[in-house]
């Protein structure tokens, strides 16, 4: 994958990262949420759910055929091919809001106008339309963590594990998996009016976590290799709707119920919850993007004087082997 459109960068699989990217896009009424569980009751608080975000290990020496679509319906689902490199991410948040047509979200003024240009493109002209687009590249840039230690880039990389990310959504009555790396959408069979598209998905990614999904993915026992986040409704804007409803019901009846009783106060609970969470992640990205270098350099300073800078390396040193191998960035 070319680099003509300057460097990307890596962005942590994080569902605060995330939901400041789609907002940095300009987009109103979603947010990010992670997932621990695919199972029923892991969406019971989340619906509606727009689309799936996956996070797995790519293996690229193996490349296992997989059927993509490239008829008519190419015209009228937006896929763009991934033409640089650390862009799938971004890439898979696009391929989800660029295709919602859920009243809840709206993708805003930058992305309406980005795919009212480039629909009529191919794949890859998409691919280039994204990875070109300004607003695109400064938003996903501005995800960037604070770098500590500087390297040089003309010294030979450490080989890594690559992480590649996709999506999943229903889109005309059927789901497809986007995946930038491939040459089109995966059509992975119908949806029908009374089904819940995540009862569709569910055993599609259970194979591909346990390794027996036709595609390149093979791990050791053990090893921790996937994340799952979901493109879901504002949380906030759906309890401020629902807690305007239970207003308006009362004000109809002209008198408190046992619901109003119960509802109300849970569901300012909620608003007030999703405040703070909201709070927390500026809070959290303004911590990733702070330079702590001197804050390390005098801390090593006043260890090593105590003579204790030794005793917190191999403490450190042990935690670490004992974490498991658990990567979060593509």
Not at 55 to 69: A, G, I, S, T
Not at 98 to 103: D, E, F, Q, R
Not at 169 to 179: A, K, N, S
Request: aromatic share 8%.
């Amino acid at each position: 994958m070319g680099d003509s459109a300057g460097d990307w960068c890596l962005i942590e699989s994080d569902p605060g990262v995330f939901t400041q990217l789609i907002r940095k896009f300009g987009v109103n009424g979603v947010q990010v949420e992670e997932l621990w569980s695919i199972e029923d009751d892991s969406f019971d608080n989340l619906r509606p759910v727009h689309g799936l975000i996956f996070l797995f290990k790519y293996l690229q020496n193996e490349n296992v055929p997989v059927d993509v679509v490239t008829d008519s319906r190419i015209d009228r689902i937006y896929f763009a091919k991934q033409v640089i490199s650390n862009a799938c991410a971004t890439q898979a948040c696009l391929s989800i809001l660029l295709n919602c047509t859920h009243p809840d979200v709206d993708i805003g003024p930058e992305l309406k106008k980005l795919k009212e240009f480039s629909m009529s493109f191919d794949p890859k002209m998409r691919g280039l339309t994204l990875s070109n687009s300004q607003t695109i590249r400064s938003a996903h840039n501005s995800m960037s963590q604070q770098a500590v230690i500087e390297v040089d880039p003309k010294a030979p990389a450490k080989e890594e594990d690559a992480y590649h990310f996709v999506s999943y959504m229903p889109i005309e009555g059927r789901l497809y998996e986007l995946d930038g790396l491939r040459d089109g959408p995966i059509d992975h069979g119908p949806v029908s009016l009374e089904q819940d598209w995540i009862d569709v998905v569910r055993p599609i990614i259970l194979k591909r976590v346990n390794a027996d999904h036709p595609f390149p993915c093979r791990y050791n026992e053990g090893e921790i290799h996937f994340n799952l986040l979901a493109v879901v409704s504002d949380r906030k804007m759906i309890y401020e709707r629902q807690l305007e409803e239970v207003m308006t019901t009362t004000g109809l009846l002209g008198m408190e119920t046992d619901e109003f009783d119960s509802e109300v106060p849970r569901l300012r609970m909620l608003i007030d919850y999703e405040e703070v969470k909201m709070a927390r992640y500026r809070q959290e990205m303004a911590r990733r993007k702070h330079n702590y270098l001197p804050f390390i350099v005098v801390l090593l300073k006043i260890l090593a004087a105590e003579k204790k800078l030794m005793q917190v390396y191999e403490k450190a040193k042990e935690r670490a082997s004992k974490r498991g191998h658990k990567k979060m960035k593509v």
